[in-house]
């Protein structure tokens, strides 16, 4: 005979015992890592683009001035 679902005996393999994957507190550190790394590298970018600096005007050929005062 066989033996119903409800009488069968537990799961004696480790493989049966494991826990979901998502309950794992060491896949969330290793998926975590480059998701914030990624994160920061986005933030930083659009700060970066937004609020850049404006480019330095071109002088018309005139030393700088600490370079005009040193030789005078």
Not at 35 to 44: E, G, H, Q, S, W
Not at 52 to 70: C, K, L, N, W, Y
Request: hydrophobic share 45%; charged share 10%; glycine share 2%.
């Amino acid at each position: 005979m066989t033996a119903s679902p409800s009488t069968q005996p537990p799961p004696s393999s480790s493989a049966e015992l494991r826990h979901p994957w998502w309950r794992s507190g060491w896949m969330w550190l290793v998926v975590s890592i480059p998701v914030i790394t990624l994160a920061a590298a986005i933030t930083t970018t659009v700060v970066a683009v937004r609020s850049a600096d404006p480019p330095v005007a071109a002088t018309s050929g005139e030393r700088p001035v600490h370079i005009r005062q040193a030789n005078e």
